[in-house]
C-alpha cells in the first residue's frame, strides 16, 4: 500500500430494492486524511451507499477496495477484522439504551477488542470529555440526553476505538442550528491532525461546508459532480446550484413516491 | 390474473420466507455452539426469559391441574373409575400440558418481549451500531436469548409440572375427597421416565421455537412503530402456530406405550 492508493474507493457500485435501483454506477475515491461530503435529497442512496462499504448491505455489482482491497466478498472473521478499521455516527445516534453512557462509549473498546472494564471506563470518560461532555453524564442512561447530548455521545463513541475511517450519516439532522455548529466543530477538531479519512452524508450545506475538503453529489444513483469544497460555488453544474441554493426549481424534480 | 401466475407468486413468496428463515436458523444455531459464548448476558438473559416466566407459567399450571382434576373425575365417575384421577392428572400434565401450556405462556411473554426489544434496535439502527462497533449481532443478541431459551424452558416446565399436579391435588383433596397421600403416592409411583422426559424434550423444542421466532421477526422488522408492532404481533402468533404443530409431530416420534 502506497500513500497514492486511496483510503476507500467504489466502483460501479449497483444496489437494487426489488425494481427500484438505489445505486447505479457510484464511482467514488476517499484519499487516507481526507474530508469527503457526498451531499443529495433525501432518498437518493446515501446511506446505503455507506452500508455497502460497511458490508451492512451487500452490491449486486462493482467493487469496493478499502487500503487496496477488494472488501465486498469478506466473511467471518476476517469480516470482522476489516470492520474494526471503522465506525460510525448514525442519525439517530443509535445508542443501546440497556447501557449507560460511558458503556455506551466503551462498548466497542469492551465487546469489540476485549479491553477490561476499568481501562475502557477511563477511555470513556476520557473520550467524553473531548466532546465537552463531564464524568457526571457517564452514569446516565441515553434515552436522559436531549438530542444533541445523544449526538455527542455517539461521536464519542465513533472516536472511541481510534478507528482510521469515521462515517456521519446526517451528523447535525434535528438539531438546533447552535448545536449543529457545536457538532460541526466537534467533527473538525476530533479528527484533524488523526490522520483520519472520513465520509459524511448530508443535506445540510452548513455543515457540508465546514466539515469537508472535498464534495461530491448523488443523484439518481450516480456521482454527478466531484470537486474541492472551495469550488462548490463555481461548480457549473446546474443540479449542484440547484441543491446548494435550496430552490425548487430546476432540473432536478422532487419525486414524490419514494 | 391469471390463476398460474397468483399460485406461483404464492409459491415463490412461501419458498423466500422459508429460505429466509432457514438462513436466519442457521447462522443463529452456528453462533451458539461456536465460541465465544457471552456468558453474562446468556445469565442476564436465563433471569429475564426463564426466572420471570415463573409467576405466569406457574398460576397456569396450578389452575390447568385443577380443572384436569375435575374433568376426570366427572369422566371416570361414569364408568366408577374416579381412582384414576391423580394417575390421568400426573400423565397428562407431565406428557402434554405441562409443556404445552407454558410453551403458549412463553410464547406470549417470551417471544413478544424478544421481537419488540430486538425490532426496536432494529429500526432506531442500533443493530447496524453493532457492526460497526465489530460485534456480531447474532453473536450478542440472538445466542444468548436463544440458549437461555432451550437451557430455562425444560427447568420452567419441571416446575410446571410439579405445580400442575399439585394443583390436581389441591381440587381432589378439598372437594373430591380424595386422600392426600394416597393421591400422591398414585402419582409418582405411576408416572415413568419417558413421561416426564418426553415433556422436558418438549420444552426445549418450544423453547427454541419460541427465541427463534422472537428473534427473527425482531431481525426483520421494518419501519417505525407500526413495524415493530406487526413484528411482536407475528412473533407470538407463528411461536403459537409452531408450538402446536411441533407438538404433534413430538408427540408422534416419542409416542411409546
Known amino acids: ?62 467493487e469496493i477496495f478499502v487500503d487496496g482491497e477488494e472488501v ?48 475502557a471506563r477511563d477511555i470513556a470518560i476520557e473520550k467524553l470529555a473531548k466532546v465537552g461532555l463531564g464524568a457526571d453524564v457517564a452514569l446516565l442512561s441515553p434515552a436522559e440526553l436531549s438530542g444533541g447530548m445523544q449526538k455527542r455521545v455517539g461521536l464519542a463513541r465513533a472516536i472511541a476505538s481510534d478507528p482510521q475511517i469515521i462515517f456521519f450519516d446526517e451528523p447535525t439532522t434535528g438539531l ?54 472551495k469550488k462548490i460555488d463555481a461548480s457549473g453544474n446546474e443540479y449542484v446550484d440547484q441543491f446548494i441554493h435550496g430552490r425548487a426549481v430546476g432540473p432536478i424534480k422532487m419525486e414524490v413516491r419514494a | 390474473m391469471n390463476i398460474f401466475a397468483l399460485v ?46 415463573l409467576p405466569v407459567v406457574g398460576l397456569t399450571a396450578f389452575f390447568t391441574g385443577g380443572v384436569l382434576a375435575l374433568q376426570i373425575y366427572i369422566g371416570s365417575y361414569r364408568y366408577g373409575a374416579e381412582a384414576f384421577v391423580p394417575q390421568v392428572v400426573a400423565l397428562g400434565i407431565c406428557r402434554e400440558l405441562g409443556p404445552v401450556i407454558a410453551g403458549l405462556m412463553f410464547a406470549g411473554r417470551v417471544a413478544a418481549a424478544i421481537a419488540a426489544e430486538i425490532g426496536t434496535m432494529r429500526v432506531t439502527e442500533q443493530i447496524d451500531a453493532l457492526t460497526t462497533l465489530a460485534t456480531n449481532p447474532f453473536k450478542y443478541l440472538v445466542a444468548p436469548r436463544m440458549l437461555a431459551a432451550v437451557i430455562t424452558m425444560p427447568l420452567l416446565v419441571g416446575v410446571a409440572d410439579i405445580i400442575g399436579i399439585f394443583g390436581g391435588y389441591s381440587v381432589s383433596t378439598s372437594s373430591l375427597g380424595f386422600n392426600g397421600y394416597v393421591y400422591l403416592n398414585n402419582s409418582v409411583n405411576f408416572l415413568t421416565n419417558q413421561d416426564v422426559f418426553s415433556g422436558l424434550i418438549k420444552a426445549a423444542a418450544f423453547g427454541f421455537i419460541v427465541s427463534l421466532m422472537g428473534c427473527y421477526h425482531g431481525f426483520n422488522s421494518k419501519g417505525g412503530a407500526q413495524g415493530v408492532g406487526a413484528a411482536t404481533t407475528d412473533a407470538v402468533t407463528s411461536s403459537m402456530i409452531l408450538i402446536l404443530a411441533a407438538n404433534y409431530i413430538l408427540t408422534s416420534l416419542l409416542f411409546e406405550t
Open chain 1, 72 to 119: 465486498t466478498k469478506l466473511r467471518g472473521r476476517a469480516r470482522d477484522e476489516y470492520l474494526k478499521k471503522f465506525s460510525m455516527l448514525f442519525q439517530g445516534a443509535a445508542l443501546f439504551d440497556s447501557l449507560t453512557v460511558w458503556e455506551n462509549v466503551a462498548f466497542g473498546l469492551i465487546q469489540g477488542r476485549g479491553m477490561n472494564r476499568k481501562q
Open chain 1, 176 to 229: 438546533d442550528p447552535i448545536m449543529a455548529d457545536v457538532i460541526n466543530d466537534l467533527i473538525v477538531s476530533s479528527v484533524e491532525g488523526m490522520g483520519i479519512t472520513t465520509l459524511s452524508i448530508t443535506h445540510d450545506m452548513a455543515s457540508a461546508r465546514k466539515i469537508s475538503n472535498r464534495i461530491a453529489m448523488l443523484y439518481k444513483g450516480k456521482i454527478i459532480w466531484d470537486g474541492p469544497t
Open chain 2, 8 to 53: 406461483g407468486r404464492a409459491v415463490l413468496t412461501f419458498l423466500a420466507m422459508a429460505g429466509r428463515l432457514g438462513i436466519f436458523t442457521g447462522r443463529a444455531v452456528t453462533h451458539c455452539v461456536s465460541p465465544p459464548i457471552y456468558w453474562s448476558l446468556l445469565l442476564k438473559q436465563m433471569f429475564r426469559i426463564g426466572w420471570l416466566s
Open chain 1, 1 to 62: 500500500m502506497t500513500d497514492a492508493t486511496p483510503k476507500v474507493e467504489l466502483r460501479g457500485v449497483k444496489k437494487r430494492f426489488g425494481s427500484k435501483v438505489v445505486l447505479d454506477g457510484v464511482d467514488l475515491k476517499i484519499d487516507r486524511a481526507e474530508s469527503l461530503v457526498v451531499i443529495g435529497g433525501s432518498g437518493t442512496g446515501k446511506s446505503v451507499m455507506i452500508k455497502c462499504v460497511l458490508g451492512i448491505l451487500r452490491p449486486e455489482e462493482g
